[in-house]
DNA sequence: GCCAACGTTGGC
DNA sequence: GCCAACGTTGGC
């Protein structure tokens, strides 16, 4: 089982609209990184949703409900199915995770730019830890 | 709104 | 193959 962390602009594609959609294709991921990501993840991973822009927080936990396959509108990149898992308790701020040293070689700080990227398991259930005791 | 960091493109 | 120029992301 892996973790993974994705990003979206909540003004774009927020997760309120994933629970509201049941399911998404996370699709328009247009970095090679992200890409090969993409081709690693299986069906029942699962990821956090990070949204970017002014609110630079985790929101909550999906799921990777189909593995990889190619884009239909542009065959080059990958395109997966996710599934809302359960919103956090309290979001987890950015900030708290610059801030927690248990964090410090998290992908989210030192490639701020890559918008699918791993998480190590520890870092997962450290999130999720945090994000319950508020 | 600015800009640092990073990725991509294309001339050489 | 190098790297300057340019474009994009996303935090501040």
Redesign the pocket.
Known sequence: MNYWLL?T?PFTYSWNDLVRDKKSVWDGI????ARNYMAEMKKGDLALI?H?????EVVGIARISKAAWPDPADKEWNVVEVTPVNKLKNPVP??VI?SNMAFTDMV?L??????VQPVMRAEFDRIVAISENK
Request: net charge positive.
């Open positions: 990003k602009e247009r970095n090679y990184q990070y970017t822009g002014s609110a630079k950015l900030s610059k989210l030192k490639n701020s730019r890559l918008s």
